[in-house]
Each structure stands twice: as C-alpha cells, then as structure tokens.
C-alpha cells in the first residue's frame, strides 16, 4: 500500500470532510428540536431502543436549546476540522455528537453514517500538523509529512467490505435481482428533475435492467476484485462513476457525499506515477514575489520524490542556466530548466511543476496542457501582474528555508 499521500492531499481531504459536516448540521440546525428533543419525533428519550446503551447528555437533558446548543456545536467543530485547527478534538467531538443524536432519534440512520465515523475515528489516528492545516502553519510542517500506509489500509478494508456487505444484503431485495432499481430510482420523487433523467427514462428497459444488475455485481465482488492489485483501480473508478451517477439523479448528497470523500482517501497516488514528468528540473521564481515564495513552500511539501530544486531569477544559478540567445525574461516570473536544458515558462511552466508533484496534481497539469497556450497564459499574466497585491513584496531574494529542504534551494 502507498505511503505517497501528502499532507496536501491529505488537508485537500480534510477540508472537504469538514466543510460537509458544516453543511450537514447547519442545515439540521433548524430542525434540531423537532427531530431530536422532548415532545419531537421521538417524543422522550426512553421510548428510543438505544436508550441506555451508552451514556447520553442528550438522556439528560433534551429539551430545544439543549439539541440545538449540541448541532451548533458539531458545525463548529466541523469548521475546526476544515482549516486543520484542534481538529482531533473536533473530530472526537463530531463522533460522539452524531452518535448521541442517533442514540436518542434512530430514525435519521443511512448506510453513510457508519462511514462517516469511521473517516472522523480515522483522522484522530493520523499524524498532525499535516501541510495546509492552520495549526500546521502556526507550529511548522515537514515536508516528509506522509499518510501512513497501515491507516490507508484501513479505509481501503472498509470500502471494500461496505461495497461487497451492501451487495450481498441487495440479494435480499426483488428490485435489484430484478434489475428495476435503477428505474424506481429514477421515478422516485427524490430523482433530480432533469433532461438527464427523462432521457435514462427513455431508453429501453434492458438497459437500466443491466446497469441495475452492473451495480449490483460490483458492489458484490468488490472486496475480492480489490485484492488483485491491477484490478483494484479499476473497480474503484467504477463504484466511483456509480456514486458519481447517485449524485447527479439523486437528490439525497447527504447519502452519497461520504462515500465519495472514501473514495477519495483511498486514491492511490501511484496509479497515476507513469504519467508523472520524471526528470529533475530547477524552478526559477520572482525572488522578491511573496506569493512566489508561497508557491514555492507548497511545491517542496508536495513534491515527494524530491525531483525540482527553485533558485530566485535573479540569482547565481539562474545566470548560470540563461544564455545570451534565450536570456530569462523577468516578467516570466517562473521558468521550469529541466537538465537537458530545455525550458519551459508562464503557465507551461506551471504544469511542468505540478507534473512532477504528481498525485492529485495530475489532473490539473493535464487541464493547464489541454488550455490553448494563449488562453492559458493570459490567466498567468492576469495573476502575474496581481501577485504583489496578492501577498505584496520582500526584499530577499532568498526562499525560506523549509525544514530538511535546504538542499533544494540554490543561490
């Protein structure tokens, strides 16, 4: 298993984690009393079958302020995870509310709230201070921040056995052995109202029947399709098109966003290594930018192969590498030399970079080369020409070192 997930990629993750569980209950806030205090759905909390398994404040005292005080709280934390800030405690914290809640009302289960306590028990496990966390910045990151392999062994094990216990309870359902599921969903007052879905409604029967029978087989062989190890991308950009699909037809993300943020930790960086730009090559940036300097950090943290070393343009490196056909051009602000000396500028350069990163950053070279080169230079230069106001200027030249990279970074 891979040990390449950055503490980038991880804090891409983590804000999205964070950023769902604000939405989520903020938008339970206003029903908080209804569906979880005393006189609600479940009007008192010993009528609930969980009601003294563990022990509950919600057992306590449930009255409105007292629900609502406690959704209120699991936004906050959910905030707290986001930036990266406290976000151990705001993830206990988030367990043990969402836990309490289903305590006193069980109506609100879906198949995504065991996940999603999984994610949060996950994170409590997971290294701190990861790059692009808030208490990462205040504290110090180190480059060699990595995801550990046993604990992306644990969301890959609980993918695969949720997908394949899914598809053997579907077995039990008529509608799926029968292939009509897909339909039904698609009639369901929950299916989103588009063109789309009233084209899948008009193709023949046999085709939803199949892609019904198709889900239903992949969810079911997931867990030992994961095990070979040229197969296991394949099923997981499978499941991942069916959530996706979920998503578009279905208006219920609450379900389906969990299981897309799974999906996304158990990307494996190294499915997309030999697409990876390999070749070392020095990166020369406006030494005296802020943003630059920025940018700079962010590429020694995610750059785990260590391929790219960065010097200022006006420094002895840069003269070094210029030459009086093809001297650097200052307004450039960043020029890619790989070591057969070719040289790669403005938004090409960029893509250069992130094709090195690798990972997640892929498929944002991939979107840089694909843009005409006029069109995607003039986004450089609209940036370019803001990048002072952006974070404004300093006098050196030279990069602040960060922690066991200063070997990367040259006069």
Known sequence: ?????????????RALLGGYLVVHFAMLLPFAAEVFATG???????????????????????GPWAVTAWVALGALCGAALAVG????????????????????????????????????????????????????????TQPSWRLPAHLFLAVWVILALSYSHSGWTKLASPSWV????????????????????????????????????????????FAPLALVQRLRPWVWLSMLLAQCGFLLFLNFADLTFPMLLVHLL???????????????ATVLFDGHCAFCHATVRIAIHEDAEQRLCFAPLSGETAASLSDTAMPFDGDDSIVVVDQAGRRETKSRAVAAVLERLGGLWLPLAWLLRLLPRGLADYGYDLLGRWRYLLAGRIESAACRVVAGSAHRLLP
């Open 1 to 13: 298993m891979t040990t390449r997930w950055t503490g980038g990629h991880y804090s891409l993750y």
């Open 40 to 62: 609600g759905t479940v009007a008192h909390g010993r009528l609930s079958p969980l009601f003294g398994v563990l022990p509950n404040p919600l057992m306590l005292a449930d």
């Open 85 to 140: 800030w406290s976000d151990r405690v705001a993830a206990l914290l988030v367990v043990l509310i969402l836990g309490w809640l289903f305590q006193r009302n069980p109506l609100i289960a879906n198949p995504s709230l065991p996940l999603l306590g999984w994610l949060l028990v996950l994170h409590l496990f997971a290294p701190p201070h990861p790059y692009g966390s808030l208490a990462g910045a205040i504290h110090g």
């Open 178 to 221: 029968e292939g009509h599921t897909i339909r039904l969903v698609l009639e369901n007052p929950l299916a989103r109202d588009h063109f789309l879905r009233e084209w899948a409604l008009s193709t023949p029967p046999i085709v939803l029947q199949l892609l019904t029978w198709l889900v239903l087989w992949l969810e079911l062989l």
């Open 266 to 280: 158990t990307f494996d960086p190294a499915w997309l290594s030999k697409y990876e730009q390999r070749a070392p």
